[in-house]
């Protein structure tokens, strides 16, 4: 794998000890955070493979479920999950001689398995991209904000400690998986090197289509009625302040049988539409609250917006808040303080 290494231009070839400690292991445990993500889960199978190819028995332990959508990937089917098998997840990260944290970089993000991976002295390995790691809880970091996904890393990671192993189509598979995930399809989130990794993904013989289908294509035929209901009835657009909003009352959602998870991602259809800088999505709770997400493109503070009239907060360009009050009462208040932006929206241009 010459050509990898020419790639990152690796100056340093020596081999830090905790990967040789990690080498002769007789037990890894890879733990993704809670409520996985195809990054998590893609990098957390990806790291298992290659590590058991290495010669190091490795298993994937996680608190929770993984989403329907990720049960396709290789080696998925024998993730122990701590919600169905308890005893048996606590006894692995108990008797693992190392413990790679994957997508998180600080231990509470694996949730209830934090206490058993704190307790166990064994070495610990963080591979992540996120901001402000706990760094003092391991004894090897694996970090780098810049890079689009933890998948991206482990292939990098990959490439500097194991390139003795072959790249097969089953690791592959795993990293894009994560890639695709986080950039959004190639989406934001992009560097060069994030493409020099699809290639050498690709080069293996990955169905990249397949990968895809599978994660992204996932709508039940409720969700799509749903949100053709959204889109055709419920959505109004406010071409004076650059916004766009959707809402949905206690009652439409339960006519249409609404799921958990089944109004996630409905907001951004706001901020597709071509000049609209600021959307927002409300939908009543069972109590007659009202829930609020909040995106935007380019500087404008959805966070700020949130915290100061919705009790809410988050990224700027993606925020959650709520109201104490039925939908059609946040819409008007909403409406009352959309004018306060008035003057930032309009000087805003993409
Ligand atoms: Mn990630």
């Known amino acids: 794998m010459t050509n ?4 990152f ?38 790291l298992m493979h290659l590590l058991n190819k290495a010669g190091v028995p490795t298993h994937v332990v996680v608190e929770d479920s993984l ?3 990720l049960n396709f990937l290789p080696g998925a089917e024998n993730i122990i999950i701590w919600d169905k098998k308890n005893t048996i997840a606590e006894t692995y990260i108990q008797n693992a001689d190392c413990i790679i944290s994957s997508d998180y970089g600080h231990v509470s993000r694996c949730g209830v398995l934090e206490k058993f991976v704190r307790e166990n002295p064994c070495l610990k390995i963080m591979i992540d991209h996120h901001p402000h790691p706990e760094i003092e809880a391991y004894d090897f970091l694996f970090h780098d904000i810049t890079s689009s996904s933890t998948c991206e890393l ?33 989406r934001h989130a992009l560097r060069p090197q994030t493409f020099e990794t699809a290639s050498e993904l690709l080069k293996t013989g990955i169905d990249t289509e397949h990968i895809i289908t599978k994660i992204f294509d996932v709508n039940t ?57 600021f959307g927002a999505f409300f939908f009543e709770r069972e109590d007659h609250t009202t829930k609020v997400s909040f995106r935007s493109k ?19 360009n ?33």
């Not at 400690?21 to 733990?31: H, M």
């Open 221 to 277: 035929p409720q969700r799509l009625k749903l949100l053709g209901y959204c889109l055709n009835e419920k959505m109004v657009i406010l071409p004076e302040y650059k916004t766009a909003f959707i809402h949905l009352s206690g009652e439409e959602l339960r006519s249409f049988g609404v799921k958990k998870g089944d109004t996630e991602g409905i907001v951004n259809y706001t901020l597709s539409i071509e000049g609209i800088i």
């Open 298 to 316: 380019s500087t404008f503070p959805a966070n700020e917006f949130s915290s100061r009239f919705f009790d809410g907060g988050g990224h700027r």
């Open 154 to 186: 482990v292939f990098d990671f990959y490439v500097k400690y194991f390139s003795d192993i072959s790249l097969d189509k089953t690791i592959a598979t795993c990293i894009y998986a994560g890639l695709v995930t986080d950039t959004g399809c190639f």
């Open 67 to 69: 989403p329907y959508f």
């Open 318 to 350: 993606a925020a959650g808040g709520q109201f104490n009050g039925p939908v059609n009462l946040a819409v008007n208040h909403f409406l009352e303080c959309l004018p306060q932006y008035k003057t930032v929206l309009e000087s805003l241009h993409l």
């Open 4 to 7: 990898n290494i020419e790639l």
């Open 9 to 46: 231009n690796l100056k340093n070839t020596s081999i830090p000890g905790s990967i040789l400690k990690l080498r002769s292991c007789r037990q890894a445990v890879v733990i993704p955070h809670k409520s996985p993500d195809g990054d998590a889960v893609g990098s957390s199978l990806a």
